[in-house]
Structure formats: C-alpha cells, structure tokens
C-alpha cells in the first residue's frame, strides 16, 4: 500500500505560461487542476518569455 502513495508524490506537474489574453473562467479551470501550475503575465515583454 505504501508503494502507490510514494508514486503519487512523484507526479508530473506542468507548467504554463499564458502571454496573451485568456477569459477569467478558463484562467480559473485551468488553476483548479492539480498537475498544472500556471503563470499568467499577460503584458510579459517578449524578452522574457
């Protein structure tokens, strides 16, 4: 049993950089997923992304 929990510790994250524009709801499903990380910089200079 305490094998599958030590996998469960190790699951992939993603993570996403929005640049542009995206609507309020869809930027809240996305933040609401467990394996997504999401940075939301809409006014990010091309320089940095």
Do not use: C, D
């Amino acid at each position: 049993m305490s094998g599958s929990r030590n996998v469960n510790k190790f699951r992939l994250m993603h993570k996403i950089l929005i640049t542009g524009s995206i609507h309020e709801i869809g930027l809240e499903l996305l933040r609401r997923e467990k394996e997504i990380e999401i940075r939301y910089a809409p006014e990010l200079p091309y320089e940095e992304i």
